[in-house]
């Protein structure tokens, strides 16, 4: 897997968007990028994938860098609910990392 | 409903007593495997399981035995528990998918964990 480097943890405010950045500069040409969530202690919980173009589906966006070294997930309107450790991995998904503990306020 | 199912949720042991947790997918996957999390160290894989009778280790794989006798069952063994193996674990199944010439995407499906203590 491509060794990838988060924030340990970022703060957002309810209803306001949350930007996630992920650097990833070793992925390789055919590697996808992938963002899971985990609230509390739960099992891991995909969220979204890309290799090349942004992608958008009902949970957030995720926005690729032209040369795919690093990669934004987006949460549009953030909620409490949206509080979790979001990981950024790319590869084969063999080792998730620590994470960015993200905290919505209210 | 697909899912990935683990047992015990809870245990609580003591050194030397061997135990199996449990795991299961209803979703006809290949892959399955295990990982487990400590405080500031991630997940880690445990081992993982590309089909039936074929399994092989991952980062973290002394202590630890598995066996995959059916596609849908991956149970994990600990023959002589220690404290060092006091954890969270999860199993995890994937689905695979390969478009055109990119290479392989996977989406993995966790189970809700097993937090095992070892005295």
């Known amino acids: ?106 | 409903e697909a899912q990935v199912t683990q047992n015990p949720r809870y245990l609580i042991t003591v050194t030397g007593k061997k135990l199996t947790v449990t795991c299961s997918q209803n979703m006809n996957h290949e892959y399955m495997s295990w990982y487990r999390q400590d405080p500031g160290l991630g997940l880690r894989q445990i081992y993982y399981s590309m089909n039936v009778e074929v399994t092989d280790k991952g980062d973290v794989p002394e202590g630890y035995k598995v066996s995959r006798k059916e596609k849908r069952n991956f149970p994990l063994i600990l023959e002589s528990p220690s404290p060092n193996q006091t954890s969270l674990y999860f199993c995890a199944s994937r689905r695979a998918w390969r478009p055109g010439l990119a290479g392989w995407g996977y989406e993995q499906y966790f189970g809700p964990g097993t937090r095992l203590t070892v005295t």
């Open chain 1, 1 to 106: 897997d491509a060794k990838t480097t988060q924030p340990t943890s970022m703060d957002c405010a309810e209803g306001r968007a949350a930007n996630l950045p992920c650097n990833h500069s070793t992925i390789s040409g055919n590697e996808y990028v992938y963002w899971y969530r985990q609230i509390h202690s739960q099992g891991p919980q995909y969220i979204i994938h890309g290799l090349k173009n942004n992608e958008t589906n009902e949970m957030a966006s995720l926005i690729i860098t032209e040369d795919r070294k690093s990669s934004t997930l987006i949460l549009p309107h953030a909620t409490l609910r949206d509080t979790a450790v979001y990981y950024c991995i790319a590869g084969n998904q063999f080792y998730f990392g620590t994470g960015t503990s993200l905290t919505v306020i209210p």
